[in-house]
């Protein structure tokens, strides 16, 4: 399978990422060249394998759901590049 | 009075007799790495140094020499890989992306390190977030490999910049590798996803272990991805390697895939030897175009293993060549969602945009580089609806048959596996991978199949090619028997002899 331009601005605009017109065609090159690359898994019969899930066999470490942590605020905005009063700001979301 | 030159040259083990026997102070071993760090500006190696906070670390655990009560790195000036949060000290992960973030936490690793004496340097350069194998697509510059070719041009210019064209030092874990190779630490942190410890490590003429999928808590370090990732340390020997994992592996309670398995005493393992360990040599691992001089050190290496009593025998690992191919699509799907957290909002760099969607989109556009735009991408596509089960679900299957193949060579009683390090020897600043990415992603061809299976794989120096270069060796473990490697890996040093480390023509 290849991308073309179109399939390359609507994966950027899915991954959040601006993408100037120089930059689509160089993106669709390597793209596909990794596309390319990958699809040798296809040669792979892989009928009735399961999809790893777990690298490890381990059980899932559980805890009480409690609150174990907390109560900072101002560390939690402390790198943010906007706040106000322990709030992250944001342009305007809903009119 | 030890000279300072030599201070910057002992080993961990060396350190930690001398600072015991108080040959010397915790503080002059630190200041000889502090001075020896300022004289390598060139080289890239650090993004941050931190010398006061490295001075006030070894003033305090000289206190604690004096009082007897030392921990098991006490004094011992380490690096710090970028990709690890240190409280109060800018983290960046090698991006422009997390701008000034300034963690208001500490990784659990770096953790463990200060826990047991350690000393902070400062922070070591990489590939943005991890996504590299030569160290070039970090935001703060390539890193210069210490080694040159015999007969090469490069030098130390008169304005101190580096002249010729000079050799990567691997990456990702690329600043990591030359700061320990070029003695600017006794040790450092890095971690591996797909490589990224072996690779710089064998680059460089130094040992790098990754540690069983687990072993090693990834709390407080920026994930890349997270089925893959485990940190592990960078030394200029086997037993330092092992002093080092000791103190970075724990149980915690923040990571829910670091198991709670008690911590081995790794150092006391070096010394068990290989007599009566079955060694395989998968020969799927013999690729076209190999060089002669990789294979002749391949056939080296077991020959080691067999004078020192192993027992050699072929293996097959037949889903091998599969192993890259479906890791760039694992790899690149579970950053995708990891590196979303990046928005321009929380933390970071923020470009004003003139809604939410178009902050989001040119904040990012605006802090990462194009290595990782492309692996976001090609991540956001394998994921994206109508493609899920024909490249995600595929290559987890992959996976499956990936691992299995190594369960079956375990299961006929093999303990270990011992395939090259790399397909070549360190390469040239900008010659490769500029038109293709593939031919970059190559690499890490032998070491990415260890990720996918979960499993530990350490990189030992084991000889110098045509040019001088360091090529290494990787041993592959039965998960979570890191010991058995740091035995053989010990094997494979004292038989090749410790590399000889580059003198400091950058200074």
């Known amino acids: ?95 | 009075m030890i000279p300072v030159t030599e201070l910057t040259h002992l080993t961990i083990a060396e350190a930690r007799d001398g600072l015991k026997a108080k040959t010397f102070s915790a503080t002059e071993l630190t200041q000889a790495h502090v001075d020896a760090i300022e004289k390598a500006r060139a080289l890239n190696a650090y993004v941050l140094e931190t010398p006061e906070k490295a001075l006030a670390m070894a003033k305090a655990s000289d206190e604690k020499i004096a009082k007897g009560e030392a921990g098991a790195l006490e004094g011992i000036p380490l690096g710090i890989k970028d990709l690890f949060c240190t409280e109060g000290v800018v983290s960046t992960a090698g991006s422009k992306i997390l701008g000034n973030f300034t963690p208001p936490y500490e990784s659990t690793v770096t953790r463990n390190l200060w826990n047991d004496g350690a000393v902070m340097l400062g922070k070591l350069n990489m590939d943005e977030f991890a996504m590299g194998s030569s160290n070039e697509t970090s935001a703060f510059g390539p890193v210069v490999s210490p080694w040159r070719r015999e007969g090469s041009n490069v030098s130390a210019g008169a304005s101190g910049a580096i002249e010729g064209t000079h050799l990567v030092p691997g990456g990702s874990s690329g600043g990591s590798a030359a700061a320990v190779a070029a003695h600017l630490c006794l040790g450092a942190t890095a971690t591996d996803t797909g490589g990224s410890i072996r690779q710089p490590a064998a680059f460089t003429g130094t040992v790098g272990i990754k540690p069983t999928y687990g072993r090693v808590s990834r709390w407080g370090t920026v994930a890349f991805a997270s089925s893959l990732d485990q940190a592990g340390p960078i030394t200029r020997t086997v037993r330092d390697s092992a002093i080092m994992l000791r103190s970075m592996a724990s149980p915690d309670p923040k990571d829910t895939t670091c198991v709670d398995l008690p911590v081995p005493d790794f150092e006391a393992a070096i010394s068990r030897g290989v007599k009566g360990l079955k060694i395989g040599i998968p020969k799927d691992y013999r690729i076209d175009g190999m060089s002669p001089e990789i294979e002749q050190l391949w056939h080296q290496g077991a020959e080691w293993l067999r004078a020192a009593g192993a027992e050699i025998v072929e293996v097959s690992l037949p889903h091998t060549k599969y192993a890259l191919p479906a890791y760039y699509i694992v790899a690149p799907a579970e950053a995708s969602s990891n590196l979303a957290r990046y928005d321009g909002v929380r933390y970071g760099l923020r470009e004003n945009g003139r809604d939410i969607v178009d902050l989001y989109e040119k904040s990012r556009a605006a802090g990462f580089g194009r290595e990782v735009k492309r692996r976001i991408m090609i991540g956001t596509y394998v994921l994206s609806a109508g493609y899920y089960d024909a490249y995600y679900v595929r290559a987890q299957k992959l996976r499956t048959l990936i691992k299995r193949d190594f369960e079956e060579v375990y299961a006929k009683g093999v303990h270990a596996i011992l395939t090259p390090a790399t397909p070549s020897s360190a390469f040239g600043i900008g010659e490769k991978g500029s038109g293709d990415p593939v031919e970059m992603y190559l690499n890490d061809i032998f070491t990415v199949t260890v990720n996918m299976a979960g499993l530990p794989g350490i990189a030992v120096p084991a000889g110098l090619d045509a040019q001088g270069l360091p090529l290494g060796l990787q041993l592959i473990g039965r998960a979570f028997d890191e010991e058995t490697l740091f035995a053989a890996g010990q094997v494979i040093e004292d038989s090749a002899g410790r590399i000889k480390l580059p003198q400091a023509w950058w200074a």
């Open chain 1, 1 to 95: 399978m290849s991308v073309d331009e179109k399939t390359v601005r609507r994966i950027a605009h899915l991954a959040r990422i601006a993408v100037t017109d120089e930059e689509v065609p160089h993106l669709q090159g390597e793209l596909n060249a990794i596309l390319d690359f990958v699809e040798q898994l296809n040669e792979v019969n892989v009928e009735g394998v399961e999809p790893m899930t777990s690298v490890t066999p381990m059980v899932m470490k559980k805890r009480q759901d409690g609150v174990t942590d907390g109560g900072y605020p101002e560390k939690i905005v402390q790198n943010a590049p906007a706040t106000e009063d322990s709030f992250f700001l944001v342009p305007k979301v809903v009119e």
